[in-house]
Every structure is written in structure tokens, then in C-alpha cells.
């Protein structure tokens, strides 16, 4: 199983339309969705679980596709130790 990172998403952008976007490369095992606390707009990011040849055939087909009039970045999220930015937690 392996986790994608979405990134560039519309505000208005809901848990179903991801799964939809997400549907015709595999099963979406499970979806999280960014949210803001007070409107309950997305705030841009989701992450999306699925098999790890569905993931991949979703990362070649999704990355840089414009969805709701935006480019969407998709990759496989990387392990919080890989991740830009912040500072170690030693």
C-alpha cells in the first residue's frame, strides 16, 4: 500500500471528487482531505491510499493534470524524515 501525496487542490474540492479523480487507476483505499477548521474548505492537500501499482499508474496519469482549473501535483509521500523544511525532533 502506498500513500500519494495531492497537492494544488481547488477549495471547493470534496472527498468525492478526489475518489472520483482517483477511481480509474485502482481501488482508493483510504482518503484524507486537508480542511480548514472554521469554513471546511480544502486547504489545498489530500493523501490517498492505494496499491502500489494502482498508485503508480495514478501518479503517471494525475501529475500535472489540471482539475478544477488547477495543475494537481501527485507523488508518493515521503517519510517525515525525508521531508524539507522543519528541523529535526533529536
Known amino acids: 500500500m ?3 501525496f495531492v497537492g494544488n487542490l481547488s477549495p471547493d ?3 468525492a471528487d478526489l475518489r472520483e479523480l482517483f477511481a480509474p487507476y485502482g481501488t482508493v483505499r ?9 469554513s471546511g474548505k480544502c486547504r ?25 482549473d ?3 501535483k501527485v507523488a508518493q509521500e515521503r517519510p517525515e524524515a525525508q521531508r ?3 528541523r529535526s525532533r533529536r
Open 44 to 68: 489545498g492537500i489530500g493523501f490517498v491510499d492505494m496499491e502500489g501499482h494502482e498508485a503508480r499508474a495514478a501518479i503517471a496519469g494525475l501529475n500535472g493534470k489540471t482539475f478544477k
Open 84 to 86: 524539507r523544511g522543519g
Open 13 to 15: 474540492t470534496r472527498e
Open 70 to 72: 488547477r495543475s494537481l
Open 30 to 38: 483510504g482518503l484524507k482531505l486537508a480542511t480548514d477548521v472554521f
Open 2 to 4: 502506498l500513500t500519494l
